[in-house]
């Protein structure tokens, strides 16, 4: 079963910061993130493995709270190179299943 | 720095002709995989392939879908006969040993069915 991801699209203003929800209806292990643009592959953001641990990735960071089986990517003082498709995973076995997507724009 | 490259970048072909999409994962990678994009939509899971066999395959990859790791470098998508819905990106990606390792992806196959 798919992750959901919240919000389904969103608009920022360069400079602006941003929250991406993820959450899933059977226990979480760990949780992927990665970023797709246009006409690209989705490149890898960073991986969570346990509860409430948080990670980083230059202004980009993400919390997993095991039990709420939650994860939340945070984007601070969004820059345009930002602006894609962020996918969240969940791993089973040996596979990640991907949310459908939270479409972000970052304008000028 | 290492990639995942595929091949062709762009595929066209007619309703009922076989195709084969080719990747070269990371060369010391032991897991590889395919997944599917319908324009605009998700990426989703279609096969992972380990130790030379298929370890787990979704609904989608019935079959008509078929992969194949023939000499120690190429893995390949066969989809057997194509479908209008069968149109699509169709990605590789490759993870090293470790169950929690990122997968590289590679840029993509582009595939269009007339």
């Known amino acids: 079963q798919q992750p959901v991801q919240s919000p389904q699209a969103v608009i920022l203003r360069e400079g602006e910061d941003a929250v991406i929800n993820c959450s899933s209806s059977k226990a979480l292990y760990s949780v992927h993130w990665y970023r797709q643009k246009h006409g690209e592959a989705p490149v890898f953001l960073m991986i969570?493995?346990?509860?409430?641990e948080q990670k980083g990735h230059d202004k980009i960071s993400a919390s997993f709270n095991e039990k709420k089986q939650q994860s939340s990517l945070y984007l601070t003082a969004s820059q345009l190179s930002y602006s894609g498709t962020y996918f969240c995973g969940t791993q089973r076995d040996d596979k990640v299943i991907f949310g459908p997507g939270t479409s972000l724009s970052v304008i000028p | 720095e290492p990639e995942v490259t595929q091949t062709p970048s762009h595929q066209v072909t007619q309703m009922g002709q076989e195709v084969i999409l080719r990747c070269v994962p990371i060369s010391n990678h032991l897991y590889f995989y395919w997944y599917r994009q319908i324009l605009g939509q998700k990426v989703e899971f279609l096969v992972s392939f380990y130790n030379n066999e298929i370890s787990e395959k979704s609904e989608i990859f019935d079959d008509q879908f078929s992969v194949e790791r023939p000499d120690g470098s190429n893995f390949t998508l066969k989809i057997r006969s194509t479908k209008l819905e069968d149109s699509a990106m169709y990605f590789c990606?490759?993870?090293?040993?470790?169950?929690?390792?990122?997968?590289?992806f590679g840029p993509g196959t582009r595939l269009t069915v007339l």
């Open positions: 990606a490759s993870k090293a040993s470790g169950t929690y390792n990122e997968q590289f």
């Open positions: 969570l493995l346990k509860g409430g």
